[in-house]
């Protein structure tokens, strides 16, 4: 069983002015609400964009750490072939060095000798 609660509202000065205090206190926590609202979708946005940024750059610098170490080994494979260059140069102003590569490579002789090539002859200077 409810019972009916039937209260008649005075009408004097102190309650115009409590509801008028009420009215304000709405508004208030209402105007409060929205800007807390408001500053929480401007503090998410800025966090999402500077997330979104961060996840960016980080692939952008394991790309970059990636093409880093590709070219470090292209750069240790070339200072290798120029050791092997500049071991060959140096072989190569050899008068002995071009003499033996004249008679294996083009069959050059000397007088008197005779040069047979084999299939298992590795000719590659």
């Known amino acids: 069983m409810q ?12 309650m115009d002015q409590y509801d008028t205090y009420i009215k304000r206190q709405k508004r208030k926590k209402k105007r409060l609400i929205r800007r807390l609202v408001l500053f929480s979708v401007i503090v998410l946005f800025i966090t999402s964009g500077m997330a979104i940024y961060h ?11 990636e093409q880093y170490e590709n070219l470090q080994g292209e750069l240790t494979t070339l200072q290798e072939d120029s050791e092997k260059y500049k071991e060959e140069i140096e072989l190569l102003n050899d008068g002995d060095y071009i ?14 000798e005779l040069i047979f090539k084999t299939p298992d002859d590795d000719t590659s200077y």
Not at 55 to 65: G, M, V
């Open 99 to 112: 003499l033996e590569i004249a008679r294996t490579k083009y069959f050059l002789s000397k007088e008197g």
């Open 3 to 14: 019972q009916k609660e039937t209260v008649a509202k005075l009408n004097s000065k102190y």
């Open 55 to 65: 996840f960016q750059q980080r692939a952008l610098h394991a790309e970059k750490l």
